[in-house]
């Protein structure tokens, strides 16, 4: 895999993370939680 390769998946594999975060604490907010309680029950999910 050649370096470019490399970081492609990091950049790509990056912006879901962030995006998925994001798109979970707009939901948060409009049940009445923080942004990063959501976020942080995310990354509880994830592991």
């Known amino acids: 895999m050649s370096y ?3 970081l ?4 790509l594999q990056l912006a879901v993370i962030l995006t998925a975060c994001h ?3 707009l939901v948060g ?3 009445g939680q923080s942004q ?3 976020e942080k029950g ?3 999910l994830a592991r």
């Open 4 to 6: 470019f390769d490399l």
């Open 29 to 31: 907010r409009r049940i």
């Open 36 to 38: 990063v309680v959501c």
């Open 42 to 44: 995310l990354h509880k």
């Open 8 to 11: 492609l998946r990091f950049f």
């Open 23 to 25: 798109l979970v604490g």
